[in-house]
């Protein structure tokens, strides 16, 4: 698929905020740091659209980016930041479950997971969540550059089973030099077409 238009529209710092409008959402979860921005900016090719940064936590809220006119990328903030106070996560945690468990928009939750590190005990927790509430789910291993390319598969398998999932269920890309990006396109466009 091509993207030619890829704009933000809003951001929803609470339950009411969140977009309604029928059209069909792609949503990116996972820690912070993870590469959620930078993949969205990757894919739409835009440096700037998503704002990334190293340092964790900086997306607060849930962004919306309106792609092709058609659809949204939906860039939610990340999991496992230590220095938001507790009410602070609570709130987090109560926006995010009613995002992913109240939205027949929601096409599929992309889980973004670091391809050189074991899950964590929160990257389990929010697949069981996804399982437990059936909704679809991909597992996205990121920053595939910082390993060998002939060591991808290997590590992607190695997730794999430290997740119980079968292989298929795992991409593995790269922001910083392109690898798997057309691959998830292409499985977006897919996703879409299921849907008509
Ligand atoms: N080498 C490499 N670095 C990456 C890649 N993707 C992201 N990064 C870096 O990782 C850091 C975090 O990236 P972000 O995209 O801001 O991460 P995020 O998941 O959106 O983080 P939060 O908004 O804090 O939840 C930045 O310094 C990025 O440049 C990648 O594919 N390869
Ligand atoms: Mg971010």
Redesign the pocket.
């Known amino acids: 698929m091509k993207i030619t238009q890829a704009e933000y529209t809003t951001s929803a710092v609470d339950q009411k905020g969140l977009v309604d409008d029928g059209k069909c959402q792609f949503a990116?979860v996972?820690?912070?740091?993870?590469?959620?921005?930078?993949?969205?900016?990757?894919l739409v090719g835009k440096k700037r659209l998503?704002?990334?940064?190293?340092?964790?936590?900086?997306?607060?809220m849930v962004n919306y980016f309106l792609i092709n006119n058609q659809f949204y990328f939906v860039?939610l903030?990340?999991y496992g930041?230590a220095k938001t106070n507790h009410a602070n996560k609570k709130t987090w945690a109560s926006v995010i479950e009613t995002y992913l468990t109240c939205n027949q928009n929601l096409r599929t939750v992309f889980v973004?997971l670091d391809l050189r590190h074991n899950p964590t005990q929160l990257d389990k927790d929010m697949i069981n969540f996804l399982v437990f509430h059936s909704i679809p789910f991909k597992i996205i291993a990121?920053?595939?550059?910082?390993i060998a390319k002939s060591k991808i598969p290997q590590a992607s398998a190695k997730l794999a089973k430290e997740l119980a999932l079968r292989q298929e269920m795992i991409s593995a890309?790269?922001?910083?030099?392109g690898y798997g990006i057309d691959k998830l396109l292409e499985f977006v466009e897919s996703n879409l077409e299921a849907g008509l």
């Open positions: 990116f996972g820690r912070s740091n993870v590469g959620k921005s930078s993949l969205i900016n990757c998503a704002k990334t940064s190293s340092t964790p936590g900086l997306t607060k860039d903030p990340g930041y973004l990121t920053k595939a550059d910082k890309v790269s922001s910083e030099n």
